[in-house]
């Protein structure tokens, strides 16, 4: 007997995988900076996703690889046009929590058809961001239960 866990106890151990436990660091980029600037942000971070904050470090958009690529192709201004301009915005931000269940925040990944969310945690102000949740976690999530339950 290995010590792992039974098959039968591997969805009741999906449903208690949280966010906080396969989440990675988020890459900020504040609203001003520039299109040309936030693409050479996401090589230098090796990230597919951008958070767009305001000067409260609070969540106002964000940016895909294809919000960056469309702009490229639609001008020659890079250095000159600002990410608030092209970035999708609050409140149309799909997010979620440290303490969210990774099964709910998958779902909510399929459902609007995005790379990622912010992890976030609400105040009053604002949404401050505490993580970044991608396809990737969510496949890691889904090895981690493999190597649970020796499946
Ligand atoms: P790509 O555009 O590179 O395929 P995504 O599928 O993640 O990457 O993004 C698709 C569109 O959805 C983009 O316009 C992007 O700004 C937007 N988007 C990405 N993540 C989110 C999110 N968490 N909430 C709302 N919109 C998002």
């Known amino acids: 007997y290995s010590g792992k866990k039974t098959i039968t106890t591997a969805s009741e151990s999906m ?3 949280k966010v906080k436990d396969f989440q990675s660091l988020p890459v900020v980029v504040s609203e001003n900076m520039t299109v040309y600037d936030a693409i050479v942000q996401l090589f230098l971070e090796d990230v597919g996703t951008l958070f767009v904050v305001d000067e409260h470090s609070f969540l106002q958009g964000v940016l895909s690889r294809k919000d960056l690529l469309r702009t490229s192709l639609g001008t020659q201004e890079l250095t000159k046009i600002p990410v608030h301009i092209i970035m999708t915005r609050m409140p149309n931000i799909a997010y979620c ?4 269940s990774l099964i709910v925040a998958a ?3 399929i459902e609007r058809q995005v790379d990622s969310l912010p ?3 609400e105040t009053d102000k604002g949404l401050e961001i505490v993580g970044r949740l ?3 976690n969510i496949t890691k999530a889904f090895i981690s239960l493999a190597e649970t339950h020796d499946l």
């Open 15 to 17: 449903m208690n995988l």
């Open 97 to 100: 929590k440290k303490s969210d």
């Open 107 to 109: 779902k909510k990944l």
């Open 119 to 121: 992890v976030v945690n």
């Open 134 to 136: 991608t396809k990737t």
